[in-house]
């Protein structure tokens, strides 16, 4: 972060995101007026949902990607002045301002290589008492994606923060949350091709990974993967946070 993403493409595929964005935004509670952070908005699909709660309230839609932040505002532009579009990167203080009075992020803290750093930032611009609601990548995520990139002799997600509940837990208290629950689950996400995997695979898991190649030799790298996974399922574990501000 920041980088950039296909984000067309990302809109396009990332119906599991959505799909488990959707139960985070369930946990916020709302009377509709709030103003609130989504951190990592992406192309806007979870966002769309968040504002959806908020008939008289406001969102800050931030992303350390400028192509997100345009699909964003396409997908948005019915929410008007409802919203707020802004590039920044997670790793740094954040320009928000007033604090906000809670904070939304789905399938993105996993990409931040620094969660003291964030979880400081975050709590900076953050109301007392105000909500984080949030979900990422955790402890044995995609396991079996790193298996098959070791058998192939590529390096694993070393550039990811794949954290554990006990140390997520004792990182928010440390920056001043209260009332935490952090929890794993697993989320096995099956894909009806292996085509419909690879492209999944190319846009969001191993992005960084083909965008170091050739287009054949991503190709060539992408079949070698899904060759050797189990099945033409993604082995997702999802870290999931709630916290309020300490006052």
Known sequence: MPEDWDAATYDR???PQARWGATVVGWLELSGSERVLDAGCGSGRVTERLLERLPNGHVVALDGSSSMIDEAR???APFGERITFMVADLLDPLPVDPPVDAILSTA???WVPDHDALFRNLSAVLRPGGQLAAQCG???NLASV???LDDIGAPGFADKTYASAEET???LETFGFRDIECWLHDEPTP???ADALETFLSTVVLRRYVEARTPAESRAFLHDVVSRLPSFELDYVRLNMRA????
């Open 108 to 110: 993105t803290f996993h």
């Open 169 to 171: 837990r004792t990182r």
């Open 74 to 76: 396409r997908r948005l």
């Open 146 to 148: 790193e298996r098959a």
């Open 13 to 15: 595929i990332a119906d």
């Open 138 to 140: 955790g402890r044995g």
């Open 244 to 247: 309020r501000r300490a006052s």
């Open 191 to 193: 894909f009806e091709s």
